[in-house]
């Protein structure tokens, strides 16, 4: 495979899944109403899963391309401290931010100028290089994806019509 067909393989994926479901279909049109409803046997509401994964996905990004990149504490910074939106524009504000960094980490991809090998800015560690990186947020996203989805199929906010 060459690099160019990797960038855009993978900045695709970023963008639309090409087997699941993806991120962007996962939160579209989910009523900011059930965004912090707990639902028995579920570990997380989706206000907590939607800012968990906008947190880890702006510091990927922010990892990959800030020279001056702190690292977040572990678990705290990666979780909202309510399970519920404080109001509905802040919930659709994370869904936005959300979809923003996804999009910034695929742009970082498509970008011929940003070598994917490269050890990022800030890493300790040399093996720490964007397409490692690229490459957990497309992982990340995806086990979360899942949940969502289960989550809102147990709200009943799962769209019916489709044929997923």
């Known amino acids: 495979m060459s690099e160019d067909e990797?960038?855009?393989?993978?900045?695709?994926?970023?963008?639309?899944?090409q087997s699941h479901v993806g991120?962007?279909?996962a939160v579209d049109g989910f009523p900011a109403a059930?965004?912090?409803?707990?639902?028995d046997g579920y570990r997380h509401t989706a206000w907590e899963l939607v800012e968990h994964l906008r947190l880890a996905a702006e510091d990927l990004v922010s990892y990959c391309r800030d020279a001056d990149y702190e690292k977040?504490?572990?678990p705290e910074g990666y979780w909202p401290e309510t399970s519920a939106p404080p109001t509905e524009e802040a919930w659709h504000e994370s869904v936005s931010k959300l979809l923003e960094a996804t999009e910034?980490?695929?742009?970082?991809?498509d970008d011929r100028l940003h070598d994917l090998y490269v050890t990022v800015p800030s890493a300790e560690k040399s093996h720490h290089h964007t397409l490692r990186a690229a490459l957990i947020l497309l992982d990340h996203n995806g086990y979360h994806v899942g949940q969502l989805i289960d989550l809102r199929l147990?709200?009943?906010?799962?769209p019916t019509a489709r044929s997923d």
Not at 6 to 17: A, F, G, H, I, M
Not at 104 to 109: E, F, K, L, P, S
């Open 154 to 158: 147990a709200l009943g906010s799962w």
């Open 104 to 109: 910034a980490m695929a742009a970082t991809v």
């Open 72 to 74: 977040r504490a572990w």
């Open 23 to 25: 991120l962007r279909r």
């Open 34 to 39: 059930l965004a912090g409803r707990q639902i």
């Open 6 to 17: 990797l960038r855009r393989t993978l900045s695709k994926l970023l963008r639309e899944s």
